[in-house]
């Protein structure tokens, strides 16, 4: 039933599971696992890179016995468990929703105890459905970069489609290669010590030195390899020495990063990721017309797959053009705006969208909802970031930075504190950013600036920042009286006296229904 084969053995990170002597082993440690845990284990490292159908495994380790599920779950928790599975970036089975299980480590196959046996290549990008709309000339534009620069860092704010970019990137250049292609997740490492650790791990190799970022970099200096290293904002002082001592050190070494924010060292190259293109506020509203933007093809295709079927029909076309600008072409948002479209239909949907309330169960968890990805970037902000982002919530559209100063002020050092502030906001992928002809113009997505003004609320600062907001935007349009020709004789006047004293003057520029509902009742 075990299928053993003599003297053979599979390596993966630090464990080694002896197939014949029906053992686990760290660092040369036995490690105890019940018969069914190794049945399952065995079955599954031995085909890395496979999706398992769950009855397969059963029918496979309890041949003949007829059992529940349940029970194949609970000695996958186990091996999970002894595998320290998730820790230090390092992931070995993966549960592919509705399909089964995989094992999606690196699998070293050792014969006669032997390392003389090659390095099964399925393992070594995670094996996860991916839905790749518009994304097509990036990849390609990635891929030349890498070739010739080496050292590539995707640039973008969560739920953008970093990581999508990067797996397809990796599997387009995997040949060139010969397969020695390697993805470290980092988004569940805790400890930046720990990082040169997760990449020797994902190379099937074991640092035992002091200083691992430089042993790490001794033994791979030779090699061809292609390495990603995806989500590493919140580790990213340690992944930026690393990352630069491979590219430096080494001449074959080629680095795909994804980051919230950049690096900032030597030999780094910059590709932004943009949202996807949505229909612009009055261009044609037909089915036909909509379809032509990749946003609106995603969700399409997502609704279809939730729903098991869907057709956009003309009628349908103007919501769907809506909910993509909403959404701001963001791939995240756009996926969990398609379960409730599968479940309550376009307009009810659009109607009630409460973009931090969606979920994703199947994502990462700090995708499963647009708030846990948003919480993730924000508890990586400094005090006085944080701050900002939260009072610059009222803006809709663009702003400039003299407004950010008036409506964020008081910080507690000056003007310069929210500058400094703002900067480190565009850095992090929170605010984007153009310039024009004569200044700056700062812009929060919608999925964030709902975000931000949740907690406004939290704070307690919406009264104050909603006044600020109201008076700035009051004396923005006496300064501009003479520019706006299309105001009726009085208008201006009026919109600046209501602003001395009602603060519902915001919904001039943002809208009242712009608000969380909590805060809209209590502003009126």
């Known amino acids: 039933m075990h299928g053993t084969v003599v003297h053979r053995k599979l390596r993966f990170g630090p464990f080694e599971l002896s197939i014949d002597e029906r053992l686990l082993r760290r660092d040369g440690r036995v490690l105890p696992l019940g018969d069914r845990a190794l049945d399952i284990l065995t079955y599954l490292a031995d085909r890395p890179g496979e999706v398992i159908a769950k009855q397969e495994l059963m029918d496979h380790v309890w041949s003949g016995v007829s059992v529940e599920e349940g029970s194949l779950r609970v000695h996958v928790a186990a091996i999970r468990k002894a595998l320290c599975d998730g820790q230090f970036g390092n992931r070995y089975i993966a549960n592919i929703k509705g399909r089964g299980y995989s094992f999606v480590g690196t699998v070293v196959s050792l014969a006669g105890g032997t390392e003389s046996a090659k390095i099964r290549q399925q393992g070594r990008l995670p094996v996860r459905p991916v839905t790749m709309i518009g994304r097509e000339t990036v990849v390609t534009e990635v891929g030349d970069k890498l070739r010739n620069e080496r050292f590539v860092t995707l640039l973008g704010p969560g739920g953008i489609g970093k990581t999508t970019i990067a797996l397809a990137v990796a599997r387009a250049v995997a040949e060139e290669f010969a397969g020695k292609v390697h993805f470290v997740d980092l988004e569940s490492l805790t400890d930046p010590r720990h990082v040169a650790e997760a990449v020797a791990t994902s190379l099937g190799l074991v640092l035992k030195s002091k200083d691992p970022g430089l ?7 030779s090699q061809k390899l292609f390495i990603i290293l995806d989500s590493c904002e919140h580790v990213i002082e340690t992944v930026a020495l690393l990352a630069e001592q491979l590219h430096q050190e080494s001449e074959q070494i080629h680095l795909l990063t994804t980051s919230r924010e ?25 089915a036909t017309a909509v379809l032509r933007y990749p946003s609106v093809q995603l969700l399409a295709r997502r609704v279809a797959a ?30 969990l705006a398609a379960g409730q479209v599968a479940a309550l239909g376009l307009e009810n949907t659009l109607a009630r969208l409460e973009l931090l309330k969606l979920t994703h169960r199947s994502a990462v968890a700090r995708h499963q909802t647009l708030k846990a990805t948003l919480d993730w ?78 907690k406004l609320e939290e704070h307690a600062e919406v009264d104050v920042v909603l006044r600020r907001h109201a008076e700035y935007m009051a004396a923005y349009l006496e300064s501009q009286r003479v520019a706006l020709p299309t105001f ?24 009242a229904d712009a608000l969380p509902r909590r805060v809209r009742t209590r502003s009126q």
């Open 215 to 221: 042993e790490l970099v001794e033994l791979v200096r």
């Open 262 to 286: 950049l690096l900032k060292v030597g030999g780094e190259h910059c590709c932004r990721v943009l949202p996807l293109e949505f229909p612009p506020d009055g261009s044609e509203q037909t």
């Open 306 to 335: 939730r729903a098991g079927s869907f057709v956009l029909t003309d009628g349908e076309a103007p919501f769907v053009a809506e909910m993509c600008r909403k959404l701001d072409g963001i791939p995240l948002a756009i996926e």
């Open 377 to 454: 970037s924000y508890n990586l902000l400094s005090d006085g970031e944080r701050i900002v982002l939260r009072r610059i919530a009222p803006f809709v559209g663009q702003f400039t930075l003299e407004g950010a100063r008036y409506v964020a002020g008081e910080i507690g050092k000056g003007t310069g504190d929210i500058f400094d502030a703002i900067a480190g906001l565009v850095e992090k992928s929170l605010i984007a950013t153009r310039i024009d002809e004569t200044q700056a113009q700062y812009r929060l997505l919608g999925t964030t600036r709902a975000y931000a003004l949740e």
């Open 488 to 511: 009726e004789s009085g208008e201006v006047d009026n919109f600046v006296a209501r602003s001395s004293k009602r603060r519902e003057t915001y919904a001039f520029k943002a809208g």
